[in-house]
């Protein structure tokens, strides 16, 4: 049988003072990411090269990543995400998560906005039963 996570989207942007490859690894290692992500160069404001990297994960490879995040979590991000649940879930049962991108090279996960490592679960419709909150719940904290 299927899990409930259809797919994982993992992005974040590269800037030119910082080492692409050692971001990478720290996303392979700590989500367990085996694909090659798509990748646009851009130009920032001053010239400078930003390049914004996108894997795309599904099936069995997006259920060891959000698996991979629930293990990695520590206790005060589980207790800042589970309250703020319901604001990070859209419409469409999606789950936005968003870390910060030093930390993460550091191996660990904590919540950050300044220049994160941005993380979106989509959950297979059909097998959600009730609220996906209560869904990501579950997979993220162990409850219920």
Same mark, same amino acid.
């Given at each position: ?15 030119a003072t910082e080492d692409a490859e050692t971001i990478s690894d720290a996303i392979s290692t700590l989500l367990s990411v085996k694909d090659r992500p798509e990748e646009v160069v851009m130009e920032g404001h001053f010239g400078n090269t930003i390049?914004?990297? $996108?894997?795309? /994960?599904?099936?069995? %490879? @997006?259920?060891?990543?959000?698996? +991979? =995040? ?53 959950? $297979?419709?059909? /097998?959600?039963?009730? %609220? @996906?909150?209560?869904?990501?719940? +579950? =997979? ?5």
């Amino acid at each position: 049988m299927k899990g409930p996570i259809e797919a994982v989207e993992v992005s974040y942007f590269v800037h030119a003072t910082e080492d692409a490859e050692t971001i990478s690894d720290a996303i392979s290692t700590l989500l367990s990411v085996k694909d090659r992500p798509e990748e646009v160069v851009m130009e920032g404001h001053f010239g400078n090269t930003i390049t914004w990297v $996108r894997h795309h /994960l599904s099936g069995k %490879d @997006a259920s060891i990543a959000v698996g +991979r =995040i629930a293990a990695h979590l520590p206790a005060s991000a589980k207790d800042g995400l589970q309250r703020g649940l319901g604001e990070l879930v859209d419409e469409r049962s999606s789950l936005y998560l968003r870390f910060d991108k030093q930390r993460l090279i550091e191996g660990q996960l904590e919540e950050g906005t300044g220049d994160p490592v941005r993380i979106k679960v989509k959950p $297979r419709g059909y /097998l959600l039963q009730g %609220d @996906a909150r209560e869904l990501y719940s +579950r =997979i993220l904290f162990g409850d219920g």
